[in-house]
């Protein structure tokens, strides 16, 4: 059963990610604070983190840096990672974290299950990117 864990201190995304996530077959848990993030990948060793982009006393570029630092040092097994960004512009802020996919709020239950199947397959997906840009993340799922 595939893992995910949510970082988020909004609760009005917690309710759309596990409405659109859990069920039998996917697990969600949730960590309220940014700097806690690492500690619960650690822990729970997830299949996917989900990061909001703000998440009060640190943001989730913050943290996928973090998750990615601690992957780079064999600390933690390589995690897929999904950040929810505030707005397209916010793409740079993503792609400079090396998050494997994101998407831009307001949030939907199909384009959640999509981009989650889709990063939870091995592959990347992207939002806000035209087909121009080169991601260097293999192959790639634009939104």
Request: aromatic share 6%; glycine share 6%.
């Amino acid at each position: 059963m595939p893992s995910v864990l949510l970082a988020t201190d909004a609760e009005w995304i917690y309710e759309e990610v596990d409405g659109a996530l859990s069920s039998d077959d996917v697990a969600v848990f949730r960590v309220h604070s940014g700097v806690d993030a690492v500690a619960a990948v650690r822990e729970i060793q997830p299949d996917l983190v989900i990061l909001d982009l703000q998440i009060g006393n640190k943001g989730g570029m913050a943290v996928c840096m973090d998750i990615r630092a601690d992957e780079d040092l064999d600390r933690i097994p390589i995690t897929a990672v999904l950040m929810l960004l505030d707005r397209a512009p916010d793409v740079f802020l993503a792609r400079r974290s090396r998050a494997d996919g994101w998407l831009i709020k307001p949030l939907d239950a199909h384009r959640l299950r999509r981009a989650t199947d889709v990063l939870l397959s091995g592959y990347s997906y992207y939002e806000g990117v035209d087909e121009q840009t080169d991601l260097a993340h293999g192959e790639v799922v634009q939104a």
